[in-house]
Nanobody, 126 residues
Framework: QVQLVESGGGLAQAGGSLRLSCAASGRTFINAAMGWFRQAPGKEREFVARITWSGGSTYYRDSVKGRFTISSDNAKNTVYLQMNSLNPDDTAVYYC???????????????????WGQGTQVTVSS
């Protein structure tokens, strides 16, 4: 079993920055990948970013490329999402997720992840 705990959400002004953290515990993470998703009110949960534990390969949705950076600290079993140049469209509950690197599902779908955190609210004001 894997436990994921997010932190770092809050309120930011447009153009501002926030850093989210996701602390993972309960299992080893060899050959695993971590992802960030978000869900705005009335919308489906959408992929934001992904990183693999082993090689640190990263992936982003187009709308956050150049603004968001995903990183990991393997010694601390923690993944971060640095969010810069925030805009109101980034407002959502952000979820951390963990899954196998080769799950058989496309990496940007929720089915590629087996474990989820409780979510942290990010609100960006204009």
């Amino acid at each position: 079993q894997v436990q994921l705990v997010e932190s770092g959400g809050g309120l930011a002004q447009a153009g501002g920055s926030l850093r989210l953290s996701c602390a993972a515990s309960g299992r080893t993470f060899i050959n695993a990948a971590m992802g960030w998703f978000r869900q705005a009110p009335g919308k489906e949960r959408e992929f934001v970013a992904r990183i693999t534990w082993s090689g640190g390969s990263t992936y982003y949705r187009d709308s956050v490329k150049g603004r968001f950076t995903i990183s990991s600290d393997n010694a601390k079993n923690t993944v971060y999402l640095q969010m810069n140049s925030l805009n109101p469209d980034d407002t959502a509950v952000y979820y951390c997720a963990a899954g196998r690197q080769y799950s058989g599902f496309t990496y940007y779908t929720t089915r590629a992840y087996d474990y989820w955190g409780q979510g942290t609210q990010v609100t960006v004001s204009s």
